[in-house]
């Protein structure tokens, strides 16, 4: 099946460091890719959408000056959270989309970041 | 109104038992429908995909979609202790030219020994 790999799973830093996540599809092509956040308890909240080659496309109230999204090839996206806080605190997960379809969503394991 | 809603549960169940998911979403122009299932601390796993009306079923899960009722459903048969997590509803919708999943806030599932 369909695989994406994030990395890294873990990270604890100080505030005030900028923080880059890496998302890739390792057996297929991903035309899109999404970022989700999480908080405990909640559900996942779609941050930002990025097709490869282009500009990602940010939902409302995301600072797209603090959450930087390059998809530069069809198997890599990554998250840069730049200058994070402890508010940034979260669970963030990416999601890989095969084609422009109904294929499912595959999401990677995720990157529980922790700001100090 | 909430484009996707569950109820938040938890939903306790004893093990054998079917267990029964339900979800109600906004958009009628979705087409796509999925229940992903998330155990603590880690990230969404497909459980099931759904797109026609009627039942689609795999193993111990049956999805179930009725459109005119914008309603998706999830059993579980013969439930396990395993089988407690939450488990996600998502709708596939399509917002300015491009397709998002929108997620449902998940319904805890607690099975019992």
């Known amino acids: 099946g369909a695989v994406v790999s994030q990395h890294p799973s873990w990270v604890i830093c100080k505030s005030g460091t900028s923080v880059k996540i890496e998302c890739r599809s390792l057996?297929?092509?991903?035309?899109?890719m999404f970022w989700y956040r999480q908080f405990p308890k909640q559900s996942l909240m779609l941050m930002a959408t990025s097709n490869e080659g282009s500009k990602a496309t940010y939902e409302q109230g995301v600072e797209k000056d603090k959450f930087l999204i390059n998809h530069a090839s069809l198997t890599l996206s990554t998250l840069t959270v730049t200058s994070a806080h402890p508010e940034d605190s979260s669970f963030y997960i990416c999601s890989a989309l095969q084609a422009y379809s109904n294929q499912p969503q595959h999401f990677g394991d995720g990157t529980r970041l922790s700001i100090l | 109104q909430k484009e996707v809603e569950q109820n938040s549960g938890p939903l306790s169940v004893p093990e054998g038992a079917i267990a029964s998911l339900n979800c109600t979403y906004s958009?009628?122009?979705?087409?796509?429908f999925f229940w992903y299932r998330q155990y603590s601390g880690k990230s969404p796993e497909l459980i099931m995909s759904i797109y026609s009306n009627g039942d689609k079923e795999d193993g111990r899960f049956t999805a179930q979609l009725n459109k005119a009722s914008q309603y998706v459903s999830l059993l579980i048969r013969d439930s396990q202790p395993s089988d407690s997590a939450t488990y996600l509803c998502a709708v596939r919708v399509q917002k300015d030219s491009s397709y998002k999943l929108i997620f449902g806030s998940g319904t805890r599932l607690l099975v019992r020994p």
């Open positions: 958009d009628r122009g979705s087409q796509s």
């Open positions: 057996d297929f092509q991903a035309t899109t």
